[in-house]
């Protein structure tokens, strides 16, 4: 029993790290329909700002933390205002395009700093161990991940909800023309949603970061972790990233725990995930809470 | 005066010395360029060292480092550059791109000394011309697994793997050799970078595993030692030669100790001249305290010294050492080097039927933060009986 158990908490632990790094691809695509495949690189990013400010320059780890929020906010936003902006009302291809382009930027980019090619980890700032309760262990690094993720949760549900530029992101998801005709500055907007997906990227990389060590490839598998937990959840819901990552993350632990002896070599934590995947879609193409979208002609 | 007499001669015969192109193509950027990245510098930097120090027989060798990001398609492209240009060697780098390119060397006749130790790259068939600096992942595996038995006669021990060529290379000459040594292995797991390896540990657990014997990079690895350490967890944890060393310490920190890994190489902080050499070339280069600190630096030297070698003695025995006669002259060079160049625990020593450089490996532990050999330079007892069956 508490095997299942430990299956089941580590992945929940495993799926709000996911869903903390859906969450600024969410709210990136939500209110301007981009899907941005840099979003691990910005993850990347995030966990290096961290790990330079620490290491470099000797700043304690929640304020490098801030630090690499506030900066990496500033870089999405940046992003948008070179890159994104030109584009606005280009065809679809032409910004996906640009979003890989980007990842290639920043991937060379960040390959000219002597952290590009190499494994970092972070001074430790968390106790060892962890927490154990009915055979269940938990360490820090976890537990601190699924509090940052429920603080972000919590953030953005209020700040959606009770926020005026919450309202006026959410208008802009809804319909740009209607919210542009009631004065909702759409480009304002847009940046808006780059800097927040910027916010949790990096709070996703310093979260990876702290679990597995600090290296740029591994840094961008999480960002294509991603891609699975937003189609599952549905590409324009922030309830969605949270209960996709969740669904993933457990799947991939049950699977591995039950299915891989069944298997030779195993793996199948990596696959299963993809099959439950297919089979939702089959039923719900829109994802589990995607907005469906009816075209009438 | 004289200085600067010295200088025009070296800087006139410079200019008249005949330039030998050295091409290495490997993951500068991309998946595990936390390796090649300073495999590459080990190479730029011996080349440079040796070109200054007279080590090439009167040529100028121009070596020349090319970021493939792990792409096999790259690896071609600039495999049959290098070939166009007449280059008489190839450095390579991984698993998947050297065994791709078999047939096209086997065609070509051009030495080819990658960074991948997987069994399969000097397998027939197609192999004559492929040369593993130093022993195959198979017998590190297995002179682990021999290790292993000497300690616990018995143990259950789990294979886990990378989900490649790379990963799976000492799989079938690992589960024979085990049979062998009465060692039972419990599992052979693929395992990707993950988050969190709670699943596959518990299991392992329950399974009553002792040993987990690591072919894999450092990354996952780390991961594995960490999530090992907070489930308390009493199981050992031991590793082929890109499983370990000092990535892993930098990534796993303490739950490192203990860790029981494999290599050819002296480690850099080790009193030995191998390690002092490193360390001067690095200085002299002015590569940062990563590139000193990491495995892979030796080891892009070591290849590079290999093939500079070959070049060198074909144009001492009066041979062309560029376009097709370079090639042949350079492989027969190979087929007969016997040298060390102070690099690793061994010398190198190829052979028509013997295409492993560095015969030897030692057993190394971390401990206190640093991996200290625990036995003396060996050859695994088992590995050519259960591959070859000799």
Not at chain 1, 280 to 294: D, M, R, Y
Not at chain 2, 13 to 42: F, N, R
Not at chain 2, 175 to 181: G, N, S
Not at chain 2, 265 to 287: H, S, T
Request: proline share 5%; glycine share 12%.
């Amino acid at each position: 029993m508490s095997y299942l158990l430990q299956l089941l908490v580590s992945g929940l632990v495993v799926g709000s790290i996911y869903a903390l790094a859906a969450l600024g691809f969410v709210l990136i695509y939500k209110s301007s329909r981009v899907i941005n495949f840099a979003h691990g690189q910005f993850i990347a990013v995030g966990a290096f700002l961290v790990y330079a400010l620490v290491v470099y320059l000797g700043a304690n780890v929640g304020l490098a933390l801030a630090a690499a929020l506030a900066l990496t906010a500033g870089l999405g936003f940046l992003v948008e205002k070179l890159f994104l902006r030109p584009l606005v009302g280009q065809p679809i291809i032409s910004v996906i395009m640009v979003t890989i382009g980007l990842a290639s930027l920043i991937d060379g980019l960040v390959h000219l700093t002597p952290l590009g090619g190499g494994n970092f980890s972070l001074p430790r700032f968390l106790p060892e161990g962890g927490i154990a309760f009915l055979g269940v262990s938990v360490s820090y690094p976890q537990v601190l991940a699924v509090v940052l993720t429920l603080v972000f949760l919590l953030a953005f549900g209020w700040f959606f909800q009770r926020s005026t530029l919450g309202a006026a992101m959410r208008a802009v998801a809804d319909d740009q023309m209607a919210a542009m005709s009631l004065g909702v500055s759409v480009e304002h907007v847009f940046a808006l949603a780059w800097a927040a997906a910027g916010i949790t990227a990096a709070a996703a990389g310093f979260i990876v970061g702290t679990i597995s060590g600090i290296n740029l490839q591994g840094l961008v598998a999480i960002g294509l972790k991603v891609f699975p937990v937003v189609i599952l959840g549905g590409l324009d819901s922030i309830p969605g990233a949270v209960v996709g990552g969740v669904i993933i993350g457990v799947l991939e632990n049950l699977a591995t725990g039950y299915l891989d002896p069944l298997i030779p070599g195993g793996g199948t934590g990596e696959v299963f995930p993809f099959l439950v995947l297919l089979l939702v879609l089959w039923f719900k193409p829109h994802g589990l809470f995607g907005t469906e979208e009816i075209e009438r002609v | 005066m004289r200085r600067i007499a010295t200088l025009l001669a070296l800087l006139f015969g410079m200019a008249l010395a005949q330039e030998v192109h050295l091409m290495w193509s490997g993951a500068i950027t991309g998946p595990t360029s936390d390796a090649g990245k300073y495999y590459a510098q080990g190479i730029e930097d011996y080349c440079k060292y040796a070109n200054q120090e007279g080590l090439t027989g009167g040529l100028r060798i121009v070596c020349e480092t090319r970021d493939d990001q792990y792409n096999n398609a790259n690896t071609q492209r600039n495999f049959e550059q290098a070939l166009e240009r007449g280059d008489p060697a190839f450095l390579g780098y991984s698993t998947g791109g050297t065994l791709q390119l078999k047939p096209l060397i086997q065609e070509v006749g051009m030495t080819f000394i990658p960074a991948s130790y997987h069994i399969g790259n000097i397998d027939p068939p197609n192999s004559d011309y492929l040369f593993l600096p130093i022993a195959s992942y198979s017998e590190q595996v297995i002179a682990l697994l021999e290790y292993i038995a000497k300690q616990e006669p018995g143990a259950k021990v789990a294979l886990a793997v990378h989900p490649s060529p790379f990963g799976r290379a000492p799989v079938p000459d690992a589960k024979k050799a085990a049979a062998q040594l009465g060692i039972q292995i419990v599992e052979v797991q693929e395992m990707t970078k993950g988050l969190d390896y709670t699943a596959t540990l518990k299991r392992f657990a329950n399974e009553g595993v002792e040993y987990i014997v690591y072919q894999n990079v450092a990354g996952p690895v780390a991961t594995m030692v960490k999530d090992a350490k907070r489930l308390g967890l009493t199981i050992k944890h031991a590793g082929a030669h890109y499983a370990g060393g000092p990535d892993l310490l930098r990534l796993a920190g303490d739950a490192a100790e203990g860790f029981i890994w494999v290599t050819s190489y002296y480690m850099p902080d080790e009193d030995v001249p191998a390690a002092a050499f490193v360390r001067k070339l690095g200085k002299r280069f002015k590569r940062p305290a990563d590139t000193l600190e990491s495995v892979h630096y030796p080891s892009g030297m070591l290849a590079a010294a290999i093939a500079i070698e070959a070049i060198k003695r074909a144009h001492a025995a009066g041979k062309p050492v560029t376009g097709d006669p370079g090639r042949a002259a350079v492989y027969q060079q190979m087929l007969g080097l016997d040298f060390d160049p102070g690099l690793a625990v061994g010398p190198v020593t190829y052979s028509k039927e013997d295409h492993v450089g560095v015969d030897k490996l030692r057993v190394l532990q971390a401990r206190g933060g640093r991996f200290v050999p625990i036995t003396k330079p060996f050859q695994s007892k088992l590995f050519r009986k259960v591959h070859y069956g000799k």
